[in-house]
Structure formats: C-alpha cells, structure tokens
C-alpha cells in the first residue's frame, strides 16, 4: 500500500514550466508517478513533454482529478500556492519550496489541518513509495520496494540513510522527509501514525536532529501507540550549539534539544539508536532477519 | 535574525509600544554626548546578541556624563559569551516599581505563538518557569482565531496583573503580537516590563527575533544586520550564501543539507577525525557556489584535508563534480580533498572527477570510508 | 430529550452584571435552569444573587463545568465574548445580542462551524425545553412539555405561535429562535436535523418570514430528510416590498424571496401551511390528534 | 444603509481605486459649474438609492456646459421609481472599449461573501445570469482562507479576461475585497467596469451597501447618510429608534419585532383592514420609545385606529403599559387604540391598563380577537 504516495496518486505540480519544477516533474514521471497536470498561470492550454498545464489548480482537477500536488513555485507564492491546492480540492500536498516565511506557513496549516489536508513539507523532499511512485526530489535509483517506512526531518540524510539500508538488500515501503522548518504540514507522529497503520510497513526508521522536541514528542507516542518496531538515527552529537529563542525558547522547549538527550529518550522508550548511518542500516537488517 | 536591544526598541517605539529614551553609542565621546544630550542618570548597557550581559559587568548606572564615559571605556570591548562588545545604548534611568516579563514566541512544536506573562519578572525567568509555574501564565494563541481583546484580558487575569495596570498591560500585549506579525518575528521578549511608581508600564528591554526567510519584506529590518559583528569568515559564507560555522578542528567538511552535515561530522568525529567547519551548501548547489564554499573553508588556515560528501536529491552530482573541477582550477588547493558523491547524477558525477585526476583529488564510494580516509590523510592526529 | 437547551445545560452568563443579562439570568434560573456561573471581567469573585462572576469564560468553566453560555454583553464587544466562549470549550453558545456587525459575525460563524461549536442566534430569544431549561429571553409561561419542535427566524412570533399552540392544549419539545441576523450560527435545516434525531419531538413548526431563500432550502432539505410532520407559516403576505441587494443579491437569490414564493415551495413539499398563527396551531392540533 | 453612486465612487478613490472623475451639483448653476471645470464632454447622473435611472432618462450625455444645465434643470426634481432626484454627479466622460460587470454580496444563505465577474457588463447583468450563466463566473471566498492573490486569479480566469487586463482586473478584485471588509460593506458592485480604448480599467459605476450595524465604527461613512430623501416620517422614527415603513391604509400598527409586526399586517388584512404603516419597536422597549412611536403613528393623517400588538420576551408588559398611560397622557390621541399584551410581565401590563379606563383604550386577549376589533373600530370600511 505505501503510505501519502500510493499508485492512486495523480499529481499536478504547481509551478511546472520552473526549470526545477519541469525537472523534477518528469524525473518523477519517468518514474512511474501518474502525473497528470501542471499549473503555471496564464500558460493554460501550454504542455510540458505532454503534461499538460492550467491556468489553475481548480482547472486541473476539474480537467484531471488531479488529488495530490507538488508546490515548487518560488517561497514568496508559495503559501498562496498551498491555499489555492486546498481550495481546489487536493488531498496531499507536497511542498518542496525552501525558504517560505514561518509565519505564512502558520496560517496555512492553520487553515489546512481541520479540514483533513495532509500537507507534506515545506522545505522537504517529498515522499517516494519505491516501485510505485514518487513525488519531490528524493533521488529513487537508490531505493527498493520493501517493508521498511523511513521518515526523517533532513533530506540529504534521508538519502544517506536509506541508501545505507538498500546496500543491505533491504527495500522501503515509502521514505517520508517531512522538512525542518518551523512549521511542516506533516510531524514525526504523524508519519509513525501513517506507517503503524499501512500493512505493507513493517519497521521503521526514524532519523532526527538536535533542536527542538519532537523526537522527544515521538518517543512518547511510540510507546503509547507503535506496535512496530521503531530504529532511530539523530545527527548532530558533535554539532556546535544552536542559538537559542531568549528565555522563551529554553523554557517552552523544556529538554536541552541536544542529541544526547533525545537519544536517551528514545532509547528509554524501548527505541534502538544507531550512531552513525552505517550502523543504523545493521540494526534495521538484525531487526529485520531476526 | 537577532535584533539588538536598541533595534528592538525602534521596531516596539514604530508600533506605539513605550520604551525607555536612548542612544546608541559606538565610542566613549558619543557616549557621553549621549548622556549629556538626555541630561539626568542614565544606564549604559552592551550591546551584544546573547544574554547575561549584567553579570559580566555590560550594564552599568552613571549619574554623570564622566561617569558614563568611564563605563563606556571599560564596555566598550568587552568580551561577552565570546560576543565582543562593539556598541552602547545609552539610556535614561527608569523609575521601577515592579518589574514584570512578557513574551511572545513562535512555538515550532504546538505551531502556535505561545504568550507568556509574569508579575516575577526581572533576572531570572526560566527559574521562575521551574520554581513557581504558577506565577508564569502561558497560553497559546490559535492562530485560526487570530488575537482577540478577550486573549489579552485572560493573560492578564491569569498572570494576576493588578487592576490598575491591567489596560496598560493588555495593551502592550496588543502591541506586541502586532509587532511579532507585521515584522514576521520569531520572538518579541519583555524583561523586564516595568512599572514606574507613577503606574505607567514600560519595556526596559526589547529582544526580537526576525525571521530570516521573510526578511525580503523587511528591507528596513534587513538593514540593521550589523556585518561587523559576525565572524569574517561566516560573514563571507553568508555573502555567498552558505551557511557556515567555524569549529575549532582540522578537517574542512562541506555537504549539502543541513543533517547530512551534522551527520558527517559525527562520523568524522567516530572515527577519530576533529571537524573544522560545518559547512551546508543547500539544495541545488550550482559550480560556482562550490567554488564559493571551498574558498570559505580554505580561508582557514588549521584545515589539513577537505571531506566533500554529497548526497544528491535537488543538486545534481554532475554539477558538483563541474564545481570542485572548476574550485581545482581556480584556486590554490594545497590540502587532500576526499570527495563522496552520490544520488541525483551521481554516476555522471565520478565519471567526471575520473576524467580528470588531481593529485589532491580523492573519490571514495560510501561516507564511512571517505572519513576514514580523509583522517588518514589530514594526517591521523587531525 | 429536547433539543439544544436540556437537563445537562450548566449555563454561564456573559455579560450577567449588565441590566438585561441579570435580569434574564435569574427568570432563567428561576425556570430551572441550572445556571453555574457568570462572567464580567474585572467583576471576579463577586455573585449576582448566588450566581459566581468571573473575569473569563475559562475560569467559569474551570470553576464551574460550564457547557453552554448565553452573551448579553453589547454588540461591540458580542464576537469577542463569542470567541472567549469557544476558546474556553463551551459547546453550545447562545447570542442574544442584537446588533452585531455582519462581517464580525461572519468570522465568527466560519470559526465556530468546523470546530462543532453550536451557536443560536445572534439576535435570537435563544432555546427553551419546556419543563426542563430556559435559556434566553423567550417567556416561558405560555409554553407546557410536548412533543412539537418549534423553531423560528422571528423572536415575538415564535412566541405567538408557540402560544396559539399551547391554548390547543399542545406542548412543545423545544421552542428554538434562530434569529434574522445575516448570518445565524444555527438555520433552519441545522434546527430540522437536531429535531428529526430527537426522540421527543413528533411535530415540527418552522415559522419562517420573507426575504432570503432560508424558507425554500429547508422545504429542499425537509424533503429529503425529515420523516416527522412539518407544519410552517410564513410573515409577510402584505408586507412592504423589501429592497434588494443590487443586481447580485436578485441573481444569488433565484427567487423573489416573496412569501407567496416560500409558501408555494413548502406546499410543493408536502407542508402544510397555515395563514395566520391561529391556523398553524389548528393544523398542527389537527395533525396531533389524526 | 445605501451609498449613492458618488459616495460609492468617494470609498472607491479613497482605497486606491480607479473612478471617473467628477462632482456633485445639486442646483442647475453648481452642475454648470462642475462642467466647466471637468472641461470636456461629461455625463449627467441623477443620485437616487434605486436602479433603472437610464431608463427613467436619469443619465444624460453633455458636450457643453449649457449642455449640462439644461439636462440637470430636466433631472433634478425627476421621479425614478418613487425617488426623487434632489442630486446629480456630473462626471468625464470615459471612452469605453468593453464594459465588464465586478460585484461583491455579502451572500447570507452561503455565509461567504460572493464574487461575480463577467466580460458581458453594461445595462442587464441579470438577463445574462440567466441566459449566459457560462459567462458569469461565481466563486465564494472561504473567510477561514482570507482573500490570497490565486482567488482573484481564479475568478480573472474563470470569467476569460483577456491577458492584457488581467493585472488590472484582479488588481480590481482585490481592492474591492479590502473595501468591502474594511468598510464593512454587504455589497460592492461595479457596472459596468470599463475598459478604455488604451487599455484602462475603471470603475464607471460603483453601488456600496453598508452594514448598519457596522456604521459606528465608521462615522465618515454614517454621516453621509442623507436625511433630505427619506420619507420625513420614516426619518422621525429612525431618529426615535423605530423602525418605521409606510403604506397606504387606515390601521396603524405597531408591535415589537418585525416577524410578528409582519404577522399582525397579514392578519388586520384577512380580517379585512388595511394597514397604514409597519412600526416595530424593537426588542426591550421603554415608556418613552412607546410614546415616540405613537407619534410617528399619528403623524399620518390617515390613521383612523391602532393596533398595539406586543409579545413580551425581552420587552416587559408592565413598561408597555406604562408608555401607553404616557402617551394617552402626553399626546392628543384622537382614535381607538386596540392592545393585546402577551408574555414576559404581560398579566402586570394588563392589569395596569386595567387600572386606569381610558375611552379610546381597548384590550382583547388574543392577536386574531384583536385586528377584528380594530379593523371594527376603524369603521369597517378601513
């Protein structure tokens, strides 16, 4: 089944005839994604090596039944362009866009989440399900299909990580990056929740960083509602100190952020930490053959 | 971006927000002209991006312009948390009855701005946070609602404000989450909020946090980046649009995507190496950045070797392969450069670097092996 | 059961220190509603015949397990109380002011609706279960228990509907004003569906008026979904014309708006509709006792 | 409350957006006036609060300033539909390429404001909602969302504006929106929005429609309100705070809330009377608004009985009764008054007038007891 990118997407990318969003649209074509649309406004009627492209998103679904969209339109209209997917009617949005002001992206998750719209990003990699499809610009050539569900907040370690895995013989079920700005659609938790719940998912791994505490958050939530087994990765043990937000920031964030102290919560909770990308791919395989 | 104290005081003095009357100084002669020209006691405070400037002797009373020039001459320099001290605000003494704490920050986890009020204000917040949670009132704005007048009134019930200051108070919070809107922040932070013993509340401080992704909507603000203040060679990372943090080390490390970068120096640090730099050059890093980035790095001189390690999604290995081609070129390279490629256009990537043998040109296939092989080559004791 | 307003209604008065919302507070209570608490700010501490006053809703329901408030305070600041009574996890919001603007209302109700806040009114005379709890200003004398839902855009006419139905001998299940305002938290069609569910309603009377297309929606909706009898009427047959909202009010409304055409609509539905209130309550006694 | 066309167009510039210039005149001498200085061909509009002023001959085209003078001597005084024309806007005439027609209603049944655009402006938009539904785009804003720049894309797009007026119309749109919620309006419609031979769009009519409920917080807005044209009845009684329309017949009629007041109309007219006027005293209403409202009543020489029809819920028979005794006090009542009081304090109300007999006070007990009595009362013929 895969999780977020299944063989029921069909995409529309906004922002297609960009030179990246043209790239990447047809990287993820050649890949296997049905992408059935693209959105430039006033390129209505234009196509794309056969995509064709909309004045709107409206337009597209109505054209296409487009149901998910790729956002890679530059960071000043990119929350306008997430506003517009969820007014046309799209279910999954992916957001690959760096660089969107946190309080634009505050308002739009605001908006998005009551009304059940899963938004995947900003700042991410997009979500790759291997053998059935991909969207965003998770280079797929390294991974397989297989049972283990990767989420991860960095991109490039995503890659590491999973590469490290399939150098095993061992495939994924999807590799979710779900971004590392202040506000992303879609957390730790809700990737575990998304992963305990699709049957083709049987591990999986968790790669964090230092700041913040939501690999603290996840740890709790694993305990409380993960059945399957969960291998973690956190970067950052010899990184220099972030900064912190005032007085605020160290009192709301509560634990130091440091990738020690989310390690020992992790594994307090029941969590295999692994120290280096290397080694978390033995664990998963241990895991996996025992 | 950090603001300074006194820059915050001129985003809260533009949104109607009462702050204390001051001046910025740079020297000890603009100091005491500072002083003369507000004519009565005055405080000198350092002005440095980071906290407890008190107990390090940054923030002292004067009475006399003298007085002000000799603490100006002994602030003026001073070494703060490592910040060093390269301006003064020089302001009128305050009256103090009570001092409150208020903040408003961007809560990344519950995404929602979090308000804080105190009538514990002054020094110490997070103990006050630790030691007494109840005398620290803390609600979370749903932005879905937006600020309403009954938000304030419960912050200010909560946080037990008494009733003549309650107006006053829940104006400043009014004023104050304008401000944290209109100026895309991160962070406005009150302490202390004083009030005078006229009953009149005022921010003795100011501490914003602008929200680097939307300061081009900002000019005004993108312009109080103080670039003398930040170290040369991260100020040349961020001219050229790296991000960069100088460490103390000898291996040069260079990825892209911040986690890969962290992760790449934990494994050097595993495997017995110490870094010299975490060095991010995004997503879709083009030849020239490259070559930008290698400059960074090399303008350090304790750096024995360089561990290039790329994994592509948006950049593209043959790009980068071009880049360290071109930085071979262009620069004087006197140090091992091991080089991991791999993802996006990787293949086409090696097969570019093989077409072109350096002698300080090392390409190993996996991360592990490359920073084995660049501690080998900085020299073991690296 | 009743609708809206029952046994489990714990009520808190915003706004109980001014004139109006003391004085219907207590006829309230004096009903046998049970009213926990009040709020005005800055009044804290202090109790209006018994009643405890708050400086905030959240305190009220913190304090008293408050589920339902009923805003008395003046229009300029009514959004605000409205906003306070959510935000504090009242369910069920009863607006008695009149007078609020249209445009604050409108960001309240878009508010409110997907977070499954009930609101009744703005100027509306609020709910009354007969025999169980008043909340609001409808005069609770001439209502007795029964089995007839009424509900109604108009304030006075509910009551001399409900009364004309009540010297019959009926009784009713709830009495429910939703009020005329632009935009009402509860419609016609919200109040049908709360009485289709209710076991103890087994009539309903919707008193409608002209202007609008409110009327004709619920003929649409009673069609399709209400298997209880529904007996309307309907102000306005000589009334003066109304003035109309420009071109784009004539092409949004479709119809004339006119009571004729409500009437008709109802009819075409299989409603019956009496003339005058005196012949609503002879049809309804009619229907009761068939 | 309705805004005339030139205050319409006042709100227009003062949000940046683009109108045809001109001025008021009402006399024939400030008309001529205003045409020498516009200096140019102009129109002359009649400003009257109803639609159908081309048809009526309230608009007239004007090459010369004698021109102007004697088309305003013809329009002033005019009556369009029952108003009478006691203003004229002499405007420039524009040159018109395409007239589009731009509105947005405050739509109750949806509970979000709508949005209508098409490229068929001009004279009958409503013919073409009917037989041109496809050339009408409609899209409802979602208040949670706010207004984004794609939902005036949408609709410039969904209504096939022409890609060289795009920027203009949303540009349009979006400062429409903001008046509309800035002002607090429940319609802004513009028609026709004109598109000039170079290529410029303007707004060549400009309809506004503001909440009154609203008005306080606008008094620039509420002072435009013009007392001259309304019906001097209905003016006394908005001054009283009643609200007051009137008819033709004989029944005066006066209840508290407009569905009941509605009913109470329908029923004096099945039992045979005709009503004089609506009055609805509104919710909780005092002696003293009492007393107002007879006057309002009585200042229509037709009246030959009234009808006093209250249902107390938030109004209190007892203070019914009382303004009645008041007003029988103060005003010389020449005619039957039929009272029915019902609800909240109604059994104190009724015994209070029982307690003072007055020759043309009569209570029944029931509405449908009551209009046949005053329909009797009036003389039957009424």
């Given at each position: 089944m895969a999780v977020l990118v299944t063989a029921e997407t069909r995409l529309v990318t906004q922002g297609i005839t960009g030179r990246e969003g043209a790239f990447h649209t047809l990287k993820n074509r050649a890949y296997g994604t049905q992408v059935v649309a693209g959105v430039t406004p006033g390129k209505g009627g234009q196509d794309v090596e056969g995509i064709p492209v909309f004045d709107t998103v409206a337009d597209a679904v109505a054209e296409t039944g487009a149901n998910t969209s790729m956002v890679f339109v530059p960071p000043r209209f990119a929350a306008d362009a997430i506003y517009e997917a969820a007014d046309a009617g799209i279910g999954t949005i992916v957001c690959i866009t760096e660089g969107i002001p946190a309080h634009d992206m505050l308002?739009?998750?605001?908006?998005?989440?009551?009304?059940?719209?899963?938004?995947?990003?900003?700042?991410?990699?997009?979500?790759?399900?291997?053998?059935?499809?991909?969207?965003?610009?998770?280079?797929?050539q390294v991974f397989?299909?297989?049972?283990?569900?990767?989420?991860?907040?960095?991109?490039?370690?995503?890659?590491?990580?999973?590469?490290?895995?399939?150098?095993?013989?061992?495939?994924?079920?999807?590799?979710?990056?779900?971004g590392g700005d202040p506000v992303v659609g879609t957390s730790f938790i809700d990737a575990l929740e998304l992963f305990e719940a699709d049957p083709e998912t049987t591990h999986i791994v968790l790669v964090g960083e230092i700041g913040g505490n939501e690999e603290e958050k996840a740890a709790d939530y694993i305990a409380a509602h993960v059945t399957k087994p969960v291998v973690a990765y956190i970067a950052g043990f010899t990184a220099p100190p972030g900064k912190t937000m005032g007085h605020a920031g160290a009192i709301i964030s509560g634990s130091s952020g440091t990738a020690v102290a989310k390690k020992e919560a992790l594994e307090a909770r029941g969590v295999r930490v692994g120290t280096n990308p290397t080694e978390v791919a033995r664990i998963v395989a241990e895991l996996v053959t025992a | 971006m950090d603001l300074y104290e006194h820059q915050g005081k001129e985003l809260f003095a533009r949104a109607g927000l009462r702050t204390v009357e001051g001046r910025v100084a740079t020297?000890?002669?603009?100091?005491?002209?500072?002083?003369?020209?507000?004519?009565?006691?005055?405080?000198?405070?350092?002005?440095?991006?980071?906290?407890?400037?008190?107990?390090?002797?940054?923030?002292?009373?004067?009475?006399?312009?003298?007085?002000?020039?000799?603490?100006?001459?002994?602030?003026?320099?001073?070494?703060?948390?490592?910040?060093?001290?390269?301006?003064?605000?020089?302001?009128?003494?305050?009256?103090?009855?009570?001092?409150?704490?208020?903040?408003?920050?961007?809560?990344?986890?519950?995404?929602?701005?979090?308000?804080?009020?105190?009538?514990?204000?002054?020094?110490?917040?997070?103990?006050?946070?630790?030691?007494?949670?109840?005398?620290?009132?803390?609600?979370?704005?749903?932005?879905?609602?937006?600020?309403?007048?009954?938000?304030?009134?419960?912050?200010?019930?909560?946080?037990?404000i008494p009733k003549e200051?309650?107006?006053?108070?829940?104006?400043?919070?009014?004023?104050?989450?304008?401000?944290?809107?209109?100026?895309?922040?991160?962070?406005?932070?009150?302490?202390?909020?004083?009030?005078?013993?006229?009953?009149?509340?005022?921010?003795?401080?100011?501490?914003?946090?602008?929200d680097d992704n939307a300061l081009y909507r900002h000019p005004e603000i993108a312009a109080m980046r103080d670039t003398a203040a930040a170290d040369p060679q991260e100020q040349m990372a961020r001219e050229r649009g790296v991000t960069y943090v100088k460490l103390d080390g000898a291996i040069g490390i260079l990825g892209n995507g911040a986690g890969l970068v962290m992760s790449t120096l934990d494994v050097v640090d595993q495997v017995g190496g110490t870094p010299a730099n975490f060095l991010d050059v995004g997503g879709g890093a083009q030849a020239d950045e490259i070559v930008s980035a290698l400059e960074v790095i090399l303008s350090d001189p304790k750096v024995q070797a360089i561990f290039f390690n790329i994994f592509g999604g948006i950049t593209r290995g043959d790009e980068v392969a071009r880049g360290i081609l071109d930085a071979l070129d262009r620069l004087e390279i006197g140090v091992p450069i091991v080089v991991r490629l791999d993802g996006t256009n990787a293949e086409e990537g090696r097969a570019i670097l093989a077409a072109a043998p350096h002698r300080h040109l090392h390409v190993e296939a996996t991360m592990l092996d490359a920073a084995r092989r660049v501690v080998e080559l900085a020299g073991g004791a690296a």
């Open positions: 308002g739009a998750y605001t908006y998005l989440r009551p009304r059940g719209i899963r938004l995947l990003g900003p700042n991410c990699p997009g979500a790759l399900s291997p053998g059935i499809a991909n969207v965003g610009i998770i280079p797929a397989a299909p297989g049972g283990i569900g990767l989420v991860s907040r960095s991109g490039t370690l995503t890659y590491q990580i999973g590469s490290e895995v399939a150098g095993l013989g061992l495939g994924n079920s999807t590799i979710v990056g779900i | 020297s000890v002669e603009e100091a005491r002209a500072a002083a003369e020209e507000l004519a009565g006691p005055v405080v000198v405070k350092a002005q440095v991006l980071t906290g407890g400037r008190g107990k390090a002797g940054g923030v002292k009373l004067a009475a006399t312009p003298d007085e002000v020039a000799e603490h100006a001459a002994a602030i003026l320099g001073l070494d703060i948390n490592g910040h060093v001290t390269r301006r003064l605000w020089v302001e009128r003494q305050a009256s103090i009855a009570k001092e409150y704490y208020f903040s408003i920050t961007f809560d990344r986890g519950a995404k929602r701005p979090l308000f804080m009020l105190s009538t514990m204000g002054g020094m110490d917040i997070e103990a006050v946070a630790v030691d007494h949670p109840e005398k620290l009132a803390r609600i979370h704005l749903d932005p879905a609602m937006g600020f309403r007048p009954f938000f304030a009134n419960r912050l200010v019930f909560a946080a037990g200051e309650r107006r006053a108070v829940a104006a400043i919070i009014e004023g104050c989450h304008r401000l944290f809107v209109e100026a895309d922040a991160m962070l406005v932070e009150v302490n202390p909020l004083i009030v005078t013993p006229e009953g009149e509340v005022v921010a003795a401080d100011a501490k914003v946090t602008i």
